[in-house]
C-alpha cells in the first residue's frame, strides 16, 4: 500500500512537470507568434507611414548637405543609375545658392515633374515643399554628418581645399594656419556663430531657416517625418544604403556594392579635405554645447535616432513585407 502511493504521487508529480512543460511550449509559441505579428504589424505601419499615398515614387530627390560625404553618394547614385536603369542629373551652377525663389521653386518643381521616370536628382539646395504648390511629393532623401566633424572639415577646407581645388583665397596669412582650437581659444566669429548649417536642407526656403534657431530646428524635423522617405548618416553609410536598398530597390538595389569600389575609393581621396589637425575635446565641446552646433546635434541625434528604428525594423523584422509601395 505505502509502495502504491508512492507510485501515485510519484507519477502525479511527472504528469504535473509535463502538463507545466507543455504549458509553458504552449505559452512560448504564443508569445512569439504574437512578437512576430507586431514586429510585422510595427513594421507595415512604418512603412504605411513612410510611403504615403500621395509620394510620386517615380522620382527621388537628394537635396545634398555639403561636406557630409555627398560626392561619394553622387558617384554611387551614377553608378546604380546605369546598373538599375534609371536616369541621374546632378546639376551645378557657379555661384548658385541652395536658397531658391518662389519662381525657382516653382521651375524646379515644373522641371522634376516633365522628366521620364525613373529619375534621381541630386543639388545643394533647400528642401522645397511640392505640396505648397497642389504637386505630389517626390520621395525625398538625405546623408549628413556629425556637426562638428562636418564643421572641422569646411574649416580646413576653406583654407587648404582638397586635391581637385578650393581654399585659400580670403584668409590672411595669420589665419590661414590658425587650427580649429586655436580659433575657439581667440573667440573668432567663425568658430563662435558657424556659417555652414544642415538645418536649412531640411527646414526648407523660409527666410526662418536661416535663423539658427529652435522654429528653424523644429520645422527641419516635422518636415523629415513628413516628406523625407529616409535620412541617413555618414557615419553608417553602409547602414543607410542597406536601409535604401530596402526601402527604394527600384533604385537603390545593390547599392552597398559600390560603397568600397576603387572608384569610390578614389574619390574619397580626391575630396579628402588637406592638412586637417585634430581639435582637442575641450574645443569640440565648445562647438556642441556653445554654439548654433548645439541645434545641429539635436537634428543630428533625431536623423540616428530614426535611422536606426527604420533598421531595426527593415533588416531584423521576420518576414516584414518591405515592398509596400504600392500595397498601401
Not at 244 to 266: M, V, Y
Not at 267 to 289: D, G, H, V
Amino acid at each position: 500500500m505505502c509502495f502504491r502511493r508512492r507510485y501515485m504521487r510519484r507519477k502525479l508529480l511527472y504528469g504535473s512537470i509535463a502538463l507545466l512543460f507543455m504549458g509553458v511550449i504552449s505559452l512560448t509559441s504564443r508569445l512569439l507568434a504574437k512578437n512576430a505579428h507586431e514586429e510585422n504589424h510595427l513594421a507595415y505601419s512604418f512603412m504605411k507611414i513612410q510611403f504615403k499615398k500621395d509620394y510620386d515614387d517615380r522620382y527621388v530627390v537628394f537635396n545634398r548637405v555639403p561636406k557630409c560625404g555627398s560626392i561619394t553618394m553622387t558617384t554611387i547614385c551614377y553608378r546604380l543609375g546605369a546598373v538599375n536603369g534609371f536616369r541621374v542629373e546632378s546639376p551645378f551652377a557657379e555661384g548658385e545658392t541652395p536658397q531658391k525663389s518662389l519662381s525657382e521653386q516653382k521651375e524646379f518643381i515644373r522641371h522634376i515633374n516633365s522628366q521620364d521616370p525613373p529619375f534621381l536628382y541630386i543639388r545643394h539646395q533647400y528642401f522645397i515643399d511640392f505640396e505648397r504648390y497642389g504637386q505630389k511629393q517626390p520621395i525625398y532623401i538625405n546623408i549628413i554628418r556629425d556637426p562638428v566633424a562636418r564643421f572641422e572639415s569646411f574649416y580646413y577646407f576653406s583654407r587648404y581645399g582638397n586635391i581637385r581645388g578650393g581654399g585659400g583665397s580670403k584668409f590672411d596669412n595669420e589665419r590661414i594656419h590658425e587650427t580649429v582650437d586655436e580659433c575657439v581659444a581667440k573667440r573668432r566669429n567663425e568658430c563662435t556663430k558657424p556659417y555652414w548649417q544642415v538645418i536649412p536642407y531640411f527646414c526648407g526656403q523660409d527666410p526662418g531657416c536661416l535663423t539658427r534657431s529652435r522654429w528653424a530646428l523644429e520645422q527641419a524635423k516635422k518636415n523629415i517625418e513628413k516628406h523625407y522617405v529616409f535620412v541617413g548618416t555618414l557615419e553608417y553609410l553602409d547602414d543607410s544604403l542597406e536601409i535604401l536598398d530596402r526601402l527604394l530597390p527600384t533604385f537603390f538595389k545593390n547599392g552597398n556594392a559600390f560603397i568600397h569600389s576603387q572608384q569610390s575609393e578614389k574619390i574619397r581621396n580626391e575630396t579628402y579635405t588637406r592638412n586637417k589637425k585634430k581639435t582637442s575635446e575641450k574645443a569640440k565641446q565648445f562647438l556642441r554645447l556653445e554654439t548654433s552646433l548645439s541645434l545641429e546635434y539635436e537634428l543630428y541625434e533625431f536623423v540616428r535616432n530614426r535611422m536606426f528604428s527604420m533598421k531595426q525594423i527593415l533588416l531584423s523584422a521576420s518576414n516584414a513585407n518591405v515592398d509596400l509601395l504600392r500595397a498601401i
